[in-house]
């Protein structure tokens, strides 16, 4: 069994800063590949980003390149979502999960139903 902690959400002005963070514990060696989703209300659950836990090689949804980075501290089991530039588009509920599963294929990564494991969430809200 694994639990994930979020936090850091907030409310930010459109361009402004926001990192997130998701604490991980319980059996965190069966947990390979970490990523973040996010729910608007009214809205499916969208991908955002994932990171695989040993190689920290990373994958993110189109809208958000150049403006999140996702990245990991395997000391504290730690999985961060560092936002920049934010729009009012982003506002969200976000999630951080886990998956024990995921093979080395990106196909994957933004699937929902790759995931084990989710957290309860941390709002996100941007003004404009």
């Known amino acids: 069994q694994v639990q994930l902690v979020e936090s850091g959400g907030g409310l930010v002005q459109a361009g402004g800063s926001l990192k997130l963070s998701c604490a991980v514990s319980?059996?965190?060696?069966?947990?390979?590949?970490m990523g973040w989703f996010r729910q608007a209300p009214g809205k499916e659950r969208e991908f955002v980003a994932a990171?695989?836990?040993?190689?920290?090689?990373?994958y993110y949804t189109d809208s958000v390149k150049g403006r999140f980075t996702i990245s990991r501290d395997n000391a504290k089991n730690t999985v961060y979502l560092q936002m920049i530039s934010l729009k009012p588009e982003d506002t969200a509920v976000y999630y951080c999960?886990?998956?024990?599963?995921?093979?080395?294929?990106?196909?994957?990564?933004?699937?929902?139903?790759?995931?084990?494991?989710w957290g309860q969430g941390t709002q996100v809200t941007v003004s404009s």
């Open positions: 999960a886990g998956s024990r599963r995921i093979p080395y294929n990106t196909n994957y990564y933004p699937r929902s139903s790759s995931y084990d494991y």
């Open positions: 319980g059996r965190t060696f069966s947990t390979y590949v």
């Open positions: 990171i695989r836990w040993s190689a920290g090689t990373t």
